[in-house]
């Protein structure tokens, strides 16, 4: 065969091949076109592009040591049979890629409980009013966001708050997962540092646990608070997802306890004789009194019909004689402080109690703070609609009748006295520079009020708790009557320490618990000696979440 016989032969070959494939396509087009067509156009139109939310976790809530005391967690899980089964993630905190199965709940947790549920708050689904509120500024909410509810997640909610992510989706007619087309991933919330030092708040609630207390412990030259502990408390984890619906109920409901009430800062009280230190400074700084003025202790001052009794004659009828101010701090003696609370009048009295604090809320960044009631004349005709008489002002002398007062104010005004009688704002907020202003009281009265102070803490005063501490204490006790007409009295005690060189005071109420030397200084007594005597305690050993390994 030649060569141009040959070249003809493969071109048919070629064009046959050609057309034979030409035609194969051409059968399979008309296939999908005519035959086929309908089902996939109705296909195409049944799947969709959906944009999904990628909630944005709020910011960790940390202690003065980086503790972790809040923080928000994915939890990823898949649906079986209906039922969620959570995959374990390890390590891994994040958001990470949600597939075709995959799905995931964002839950905030705290791993100190009810001890800190005082302090940090819990969440809450957002409400119409939430949703209505621009507090945030340019951070929209929506009804499916948490908000945060109490404490620190409410007063720093807006810092907290991270920005929602997105996804485009696209999935099939029976809304199967396609394939991810895009997303904005979310932006988690700031951090925020607290003063507060987890394992003090863990051990201090652990001591008070069952009762009704709060506990106040700062840092006296800063306003620092370390500690701020409300008993009975609330696990803010029960309120994640208001999943646990009943335990919600039981805290609600309980009008036994008020869990959720933060009795530091919200629950006003009668101070009863720790207000004995304002007096003293009163007396001394508006010169009726100096440091050796006498007043006799009679057991019993009457005015007209009127009887207003010392508690020592109350209690064994006895006296104590001629006292001066130091003796009567020591021995909280109630016939001086109505005398001296005579000499200086209600006016002066309101004065410097506003001055140490009282009558105002501290400003310290938690949410529900109330002022408290410092009583005069003004306050009594406007509310009472009577007039202001003497007894009134004994009563007012020694921490009773209308003057309600919050521990944490107690503590702040004790923190007066152990800083030279300057005033720190009080704070949470590890970051914050505090401001101290001085009430610009005289060197020789602020110590004479120490020196008081330091004798009720020793043997003869009346914290006998507190005796025989290896590190002096200047400490004052109190006993407040409840003034619903029962016989029950709040215990207080407040304290310093190092006497001259403070590094802590401690603000105890035991709210309904009798007397401050029975009842709250021991509880002081043990904050102190862990502090103090056994300074190993200072540096706990914690594992790697933050959490003690080592307890005492």
């Known amino acids: ?10 071109y048919w070959v070629l064009m046959g091949g050609l057309w034979l494939s030409f035609g194969l396509l051409f059968s399979v087009v008309v296939k999908l076109i005519v035959v086929q067509g309908a089902y996939y156009r109705e296909l195409a139109r049944g799947n969709k592009v959906l944009e999904t939310r990628i909630e944005a976790g709020r910011g960790k809530i940390l202690d003065r040591k980086g503790r972790v005391v809040a923080e928000s967690v994915y939890q990823y899980f898949k649906e079986v049979n209906g039922v969620k089964v959570f995959e374990e993630v390890g390590e ?16 905030r947790e705290y791993p100190y409980k009810e001890s800190m549920g005082a302090v940090t708050g819990y969440l809450g689904m957002a409400n119409l009013e939430d949703i209505a509120d621009k507090k945030c500024g340019d951070k929209k909410i929506d009804a499916r966001e948490m908000m945060g509810r109490g404490g620190i997640e409410e007063w720093m909610d807006c810092s907290l708050r991270g920005e929602v992510g997105r996804r485009l989706v696209e999935v099939d007619a029976k809304g199967k997962y396609i394939r991810e087309l895009g997303r904005e991933e979310p932006v988690v919330g700031k951090d925020v540092n607290l003063t507060i030092d987890a394992y003090w708040q863990e051990k201090i609630y652990e001591m008070v646990k069952g009762k009704k207390v709060a506990v106040v412990m700062s ?4 306003g620092k608070i370390i500690s701020l502990v409300s008993s009975p408390g609330f696990d803010p984890n029960h309120f994640s997802f208001q999943k646990n619906n009943e335990m919600i109920k039981n805290y609600l409901n309980d009008k036994e306890n008020y869990p959720l009430l933060n009795r530091a800062i919200a629950v006003r ?5 720790v207000f004995k230190m304002v007096m003293a400074t009163a ?10 003025t006498l007043f006799e202790d009679t057991g019993v001052l009457k005015v007209g019909d009127y009887s207003y009794a010392n508690w020592l004659w109350t209690k064994s009828g006895t006296t104590d004689g001629m006292v001066d101010l130091v003796t009567a701090l020591k021995r909280s003696n109630d016939i001086y402080f109505y005398n001296l609370g005579e000499a200086l009048g209600v006016d002066r009295i309101k004065l410097w109690a506003n001055k140490f604090g009282y009558g105002k809320k501290t400003g310290v960044e938690l949410v529900g703070e109330v002022e408290g009631i410092v009583p005069d004349d003004a306050w009594k005709r406007k ?16 921490g009773q009748g209308d003057l309600d007062v919050t521990p944490l104010q107690v503590n702040q005004m004790t923190n007066v006295v152990a800083n030279e009688g300057k005033l720190c704002q009080m704070t949470i907020l590890n970051d914050k520079k505090t401001e101290c202003v001085s009430l610009g009281i005289k060197y020789d009265n602020w110590k004479t009020v120490v020196e008081g102070m330091k004798a009720a803490c020793n043997p003869g005063g009346t914290a006998w708790p507190l005796f025989n501490f290896k590190t002096e204490i200047a400490c004052k006790t109190g006993t407040a009557e409840v003034g619903d007409g029962s016989s029950e009295t709040h215990a207080w005690l407040t304290a310093f320490a190092p006497a001259d060189n403070p590094e802590i005071s401690i603000t105890v109420l035991v709210e309904r618990g009798g007397e401050g030397s029975d009842v709250a200084a021991p509880i002081v007594g043990d904050i102190l000696k862990l ?3 056994e300074p190993e305690t200072k540096v706990p050993r914690y594992d790697e979440n933050g959490k003690v390994v080592i307890r005492l």
Do not use: C, Q
């Open 92 to 107: 891994f905190k994040g958001y990470k890629f949600e597939g075709a199965d995959l799905a995931y709940e964002l839950k």
């Open 1 to 10: 065969m030649g060569d141009l016989e040959a070249k003809g032969v493969k």
């Open 269 to 273: 009280y009668h101070p009863g004789s």
């Open 383 to 398: 509310i009472k609609g009577e007039r202001w008489y003497l007894g009134n002002t004994y009563h007012l002398s020694i």
């Open 531 to 533: 502090w103090f005597e």
């Open 283 to 292: 007396g001394l700084e508006e010169k009726v009194i100096d440091k050796n």
């Open 219 to 222: 840092e006296p030259k800063t």
